[in-house]
């Protein structure tokens, strides 16, 4: 009688554990406070260490407030004990913001295995491989995205993205075309006339960009590469009015400045020209503290046009 009290009070001790467990857990679900959804997450796993809802809900909370290593350990507990397709892609995408390529490709692998038909987790395949530099991969990846979603245009973008990194430039010009006729917004024009500026295609570039403002007249970096578009096909006027107004978005923009103080120097202001330099080298480098042209190691016009843009610095340099 007393063995069947023992096992009567046992029981009804384990309820009441299980259910206060999960109202902590409730709770959290609950709560649009992440340090508090965590503290309830510690409380019921505390009650019920094997709580995995609450290993994932923690894990949740603990990525989106940057401890990228906590989510990965609450993910990890759970894949050991009972894996699944999103507990695999969760970890993926922690790994992944600790530019941990490797470990994230291999965790949005297993997610897709799981389950076929997650293509996020594809998708995010894709992103891990573009970035560990297997851009064969991630063609067909992003491939396999579009067979399944040809209305993704992000998969789109990547896979010419790909595409462009392999120096298959028809490939990827196909591949942002694609986007273009999905899409036909100012995004699409954008995003190809950026990559026709990277092959020198200026006067298609300038189109894009056209139609990109067109649609969207607010789209401050349409105007900075118009004018960049403009300022190549030997359009100094144009380019001029573009880079102010590019200006007019964010005063600070010093690509824009340097845009001006070429646009100056090939109209052959040079006092304008030396006062714009002075501006964009003053806001990249406020305490003068670097000297020479890596100053400007930052700068579009170091990073996209080096070669032009080592010319321009000799001559800005000396004014």
Known sequence: MKKQLIITALLIFSFTTFAQANKYLRQAERSTDLKERIKLCNQAIALEPKNLDA??????????LGDYYGAIVD???IILLDPDPDTYYNRGNSRYALQDFEGAKQDFEKAFELDPYFIDALYSLGCAQYDLGEYEDAVKTFGKVSVADPMN??????????FNALKQYRNALNSYTLAVNIDRNSLAYYNRGVFLMSINYYKDALSDFEK???RDNNYSHAYF?????QLFLGDFVKAFGDYNTTLKFDTLDFDAMLGIAITNYKMNDLR??????E???NILDPNNTIKGIDKYKNTYWYTNQNYYFKEMYQ???NL
């Open 55 to 64: 290993y994932f809900l923690r894990g949740l909370a603990k990525n989106d």
């Open 153 to 162: 245009t992000k998969a789109i973008y990547r896979r010419a993205d790909s």
């Open 272 to 277: 304008n020209a030396k006062l714009f330099f």
């Open 212 to 214: 990109a403002i067109r």
């Open 75 to 77: 993910y990890s507990k």
């Open 315 to 317: 001559a800005l340099i």
């Open 279 to 281: 501006k964009a080298s």
């Open 225 to 229: 590469y118009r004018g960049t578009a």
